[in-house]
């Protein structure tokens, strides 16, 4: 007789599933003893810190589309989970939460660990979280948890008390008040109706410059927005969540958008006429068209998200590249093509501007270096992520993303730490291709330092190591001094900004791994070569400079206030003032 805990496994095998990330303590013993008996069918991949593990479930549903599972222990274990869950939650991603909790009999008794798990869930996993009070409960609530995971795109969670987990299994009688479940599912073929696409086809149509903007909602409908966008003439920007969906290598497409993006997509939209926005929540409307400025149609698969980020003319239901296939027909090619020759004509220049920013002088290394010369060495195939921080300006703006890579970040929450943790879902999920991680100084010390024993840990079982790891090691808590600076006008805070020294690359010797250490721009190319021939995965440490500052496409007034009075305080004020000069005199030497 299968234990409870045995069935619930069994279960997550018979929907396909085949790791779950976790870390281990006594309120999942139960769960943890029952791995023992489905074997090599499902895996337990421990991890260092439960955050860890859920963040590798977000990844691993990010880079799959499959649902990601992350386990913890009760109490304690159970909250670490939060940050990667909201991870997935803000960014739509599948994940389900199997936690432990205290017996039954001792709830309510103020008893170790004792945490309202379901009320602290509740948020997070909010289409659905319960508690397995019984094990005729098992079937269906790891049925629904994964079947409402896939439908919503969201985390959820099931609880279950020890006590539980070791109960011998029971199906559930056929009586009143039984559950029955079954697994299997399969995506609905969601397309807007026919004159709705009508519409949306006049309002585009009509059009005389018309702009596309397009997020992780458009990853599998690349070729139709490539159609889409010769028909009209129009360039393609992207949200951060969507950098895999063109390749850069388009010449209308003008990379991504927003604080962190291209002054392509910043002119784009502020020249357009008409805006089509395709499978993005991209929330920022200060880098949107004008409200009247342009009309709008908008493509969602969740209708909830329609006509909340600008008032769309036409807002459309539906799956990004079915509706795609199905308004092409509706669309006429257009003759005039000096808005597309525009578009392109920027593209090029902004280029020719990144390959100038790069190469400035700085002190000792310009970060902006490690990626221009990292984009031409990207191996094909290659999955990148990028943590929160400065090194995600640098990450969104000179990586020129080509056909068949991926990349992810946490888009919607920014939260620190997960970029190591994704790296580890990658190659676990496709061990047999290369993954670069980016992140800061700040973020490798707060959990990335950590997640590298992971790395060292799993290696061997990879068919490709190719695994590089680059830290922007400045000392500082850059994007946060920076917008200090910028939106509140403050100089640096020494006490919060600066960060202790610390041995990246050594330490990555320390624990099998290769280390590599650079504090020179001449270093820069010959390091990226080295670190991706190497046969084992690789830490880059790279000693940049901290007041490159990380500039937007288009500098506003209220931004340049806080800055010059931020600059009146600040230590490092002479460097920050060469450095945006310099970058000020590229954009306009290559206009």
């Known amino acids: 007789m299968p234990t409870t805990a045995q069935f619930m496994l069994e279960r997550l095998t018979a929907w396909g599933v085949q790791r779950v990330y976790g870390y281990p303590g006594d309120g999942i013993n139960g769960l943890l003893g029952a791995f023992h008996e489905v074997g090599d069918r499902l895996e337990f991949v421990q991890v260092r810190h439960e955050e860890i593990a859920s963040f590798a479930a977000t990844a691993h549903a990010k880079l799959t589309g499959e649902v990601g599972v992350c386990m913890a222990t009760s109490g304690p274990g159970a909250i670490h989970l939060l940050n990667g869950l909201y991870d997935a939650k803000l960014d739509h991603a599948p994940v389900v939460a199997i936690v432990g909790q205290q017996k039954r009999m001792s709830l309510g008794g103020n008893y170790q660990q004792e945490v309202d798990l379901q009320v602290l869930f509740k948020d997070v996993a909010s289409e659905f979280v319960q508690v397995c009070m019984e094990p005729a409960q098992a079937q269906h609530l790891i049925d629904r948890a994964i079947r ?3 439908v919503t795109r969201s985390p959820t969670c099931v609880i ?71 028909l009209l003439g129009a360039g393609v920007a992207k949200a951060l969540n969507g950098r895999a969906a063109l390749p850069d290598e388009l010449p209308f497409v003008t990379g991504s958008i927003g604080l962190l993006g291209t002054k392509p997509s910043y002119d784009m939209m502020e020249g357009c006429d008409t805006l089509l926005m395709v499978g993005s929540s991209f929330p920022y409307a200060e880098w949107l068209p004008q409200e009247g400025q342009a009309r709008g149609v908008q493509i969602d698969l969740d209708g909830r998200m329609l006509n909340m980020r600008y008032p769309m003319e ?117 061990p047999d291709r290369p993954v670069i991680a980016c992140l800061g100084d700040g973020a490798m010390q707060m959990l990335g330092i950590n997640a590298l024993i992971d790395i060292a840990k799993y290696r061997s079982r990879w068919s490709d190591q190719r695994l590089v790891v680059l830290v922007l090691n400045n000392h500082d808590l850059n994007q946060v001094t920076w917008e200090q600076r910028v939106m509140s006008g403050d100089p640096k805070l020494d006490a919060s900004q600066t960060l202790p020294d610390f041995p990246y690359a050594s330490y990555a010797q320390l624990i099998g791994l290769k280390g590599i250490r650079i504090d020179a721009p001449e270093q820069v190319g010959p390091a990226w070569d080295e670190a991706l021939a190497s046969g084992i995965p690789v830490v880059l440490e790279a000693l940049t400079d901290p007041e490159v500052p990380p500039l937007p496409p288009h500098i506003r007034f209220e931004q340049a206030r806080e800055m010059a009075h931020a600059l009146v305080g600040d230590p490092a004020r002479g460097r920050i003032l060469r450095q945006a000069i310099r970058g000020k005199v590229d954009e306009l030497v290559n206009r």
């Open 314 to 430: 036409v807002g459309l239901t539906g799956d990004s590249r079915e509706t795609l296939r199905a308004l092409i027909p509706l669309l006429e090619r257009k003759q005039a093509r000096e808005w597309r020759e525009q578009i392109e004509d920027g593209v090029r220049r902004w280029w020719e501007i990144l390959d100038a920013h790069a190469h400035e002088p700085a002190d000792p290394i310009n970060p902006q270096l490690l990626f221009h010369e990292l984009s031409k060495r990207l191996p094909d195939g290659a999955i990148l992520t990028s943590d929160s921080g400065s090194a995600t300006d640098w990450w969104a703006r000179h990586l020129r993303m080509r056909a068949g890579m991926q990349a992810i970040l946490s888009g919607t929450l920014a939260t620190m730490c997960p970029a190591i943790p994704y790296a580890l879902a990658g190659k676990m999920a496709f």
């Open 148 to 150: 409402i995971a896939k």
């Open 160 to 230: 279950v008390p020890n006590d539980v987990q070791e109960a011998d299994y029971a199906a559930p009688p056929r009586e009143h008040g039984a559950v029955y479940t079954s697994t299997g599912f399969s995506e609905p073929l969601i397309v807007p109706r026919h004159e709705d696409l009508e519409r949306a086809a006049a309002v585009l149509n009509a059009g005389e410059r018309v702009a596309i903007l397009i997020g992780q909602g458009a990853l599998h409908a690349g070729a139709e927005v490539e159609r889409v966008a010769d």
